[in-house]
C-alpha cells in the first residue's frame, strides 16, 4: 500500500505480517510490531535518537564473542530474562518456582563427573563447600538418571571463561542423579561478582545509578526425560547485595541454606571455615530440551 502519513506506517506492516504462514510467529509479529510502533510513538523517537539505538544494538553484536555474551547480559539487565523465566513456570506464572534465568555463562561441554567430584580443576583459593542435591517429582518420589549441569564463579568472582589463569573447565560439572534421585559434589563457596560494564550494559547500568554486582550463587540446569528441563540458581543469603542483583534474579524460592561450619572437617578435610549447602529441587511434568549455550569457549592469555 502507498505510505500516506504516519499511521499508515504501521498498517502496512501488519498487513505485510498478517501473511506469514505460522500462526504463533505471526502472532509473535504482530504484537511486536504493535507494541513497537506505540513506543515510538509515545516517546516521539528522535532521529538522533534512533540513531544512537541502532548503534547501541549494533555494539550488542561486536561485543558477543565466543566466551561473552552482552545481548544475554543486556536481556538480564532490563529484567527480560527474570520475566520470561518466572512467566512460563512455576504453573506459567502462577505459583511459586525454583527456576531460574540461564544466564551468559553456562557452556554445553561440561565433563560428567561422578558423585561426589570435586569441581576445582586448578588452584582456587576459598572456603571450601560441600553441596547435597536430591531431585523429586511432584509426588515426592526420587527422579533417578537426570543429568544435572552445575557451574558457578571463583571466589574472586569470576567465570573460567574470563580467566585464562583458571583450567579449562574449572568450577564446572555435569552429574547423574543415583536411583534415590541424589548426588554430592564439593568445590568452593562462590562469590559475588560484578558483570562486565565496558559495553552497552554498562552504559545502562551507569545511566540508572545502579551497582554492577550479582550475589552469590550457584548455578543448575537438570535435565530428564518427561519432565521439564529446570534452570536454576541458589543464592547465598549472606551475600550483601542478595536484594538488590544487578540482573533482577533473585526470588525467596532460590535462597538455599548455606550452612557455616567453624569446626575442621575430618569427614571431607576440610580446613575451617567451610560451607554445606543441602538442596532438594522438585521437577515438573513437561518437555525436557538443552538450551542453546551463550558462549562455546574460554577468553586467551594476552600474549606478550
Known amino acids: 500500500m502507498i505510505i500516506e502519513n504516519q499511521a499508515t506506517v504501521t ?19 504482530l504484537a511486536l510490531v ?50 520470561i523465566c518466572l512467566l512460563n513456570n512455576g504453573n506459567n506464572g502462577q505459583t511459586e518456582t525454583q527456576a531460574n534465568m540461564l544466564g551468559p555463562f553456562w557452556r554445553d561441554d561440561q565433563p560428567l563427573c561422578a558423585s561426589g567430584a570435586s569441581l576445582v580443576r586448578s588452584p582456587t583459593p576459598g572456603a571450601e563447600l560441600r553441596v547435597s542435591v536430591s531431585l523429586e517429582d511432584p509426588a515426592g ?39 534415590d534421585g541424589k548426588f554430592h559434589f564439593r568445590s568452593v563457596k562462590p562469590a559475588g561478582y ?21 550475589p552469590a550463587h550457584l548455578h543448575f540446569m537438570v535435565f530428564k526425560p518427561g519432565f521439564k528441563t529446570l534452570i536454576s540458581q541458589v543464592y547465598s543469603p549472606d551475600d550483601p ?17 548455606y550452612v557455616r561450619h567453624d569446626n575442621p572437617s575430618d569427614e571431607f578435610g576440610f580446613a575451617a571455615p567451610w560451607y554445606s549447602l543441602d538442596q532438594r529441587f522438585v521437577l515438573e511434568a513437561g518437555e525436557a ?10 577468553v586467551q592469555a594476552a600474549s606478550r
Open 11 to 29: 498498517q502496512a506492516v501488519e498487513e505485510a505480517v498478517s501473511r506469514v504462514e505460522d500462526p504463533r510467529l505471526r502472532e509473535i509479529l
Open 34 to 83: 504493535r507494541h513497537l510502533h506505540g513506543f515510538v510513538r509515545e516517546v516521539r523517537l528522535s532521529e538522533r535518537e534512533f540513531g544512537d539505538a541502532v548503534r547501541v544494538i549494533a555494539e550488542l553484536g561486536h561485543k558477543t564473542t565466543a566466551s561473552h555474551n552482552e545481548v544475554m547480559l543486556m536481556a538480564g539487565s532490563l529484567g527480560v530474562s527474570p520475566l
Open 141 to 179: 518420589h526420587p527422579v533417578a538418571g537426570a543429568e544435572v549441569d552445575v557451574w558457578h564463579s571463583s571466589p574472586e568472582g569470576l567465570y573460567e571463561n574470563q580467566d585464562p589463569k583458571q583450567a579449562e573447565m574449572n568450577l564446572r560439572g555435569r552429574f547423574i542423579s543415583g536411583e
Open 194 to 214: 560484578p558483570i562486565p560494564v565496558d559495553g552497552p550494559v554498562g552504559d545502562l547500568v551507569r545511566a540508572t545509578c545502579r551497582h554492577n554486582f550479582r
Open 241 to 257: 547485595n542478595i536484594d538488590s542483583d544487578v540482573q533482577f534474579g533473585v526470588t525467596r524460592a532460590l535462597i538455599g541454606k
Open 289 to 298: 530440551r538443552r538450551p542453546m549455550a551463550p558462549i562455546r569457549g574460554k
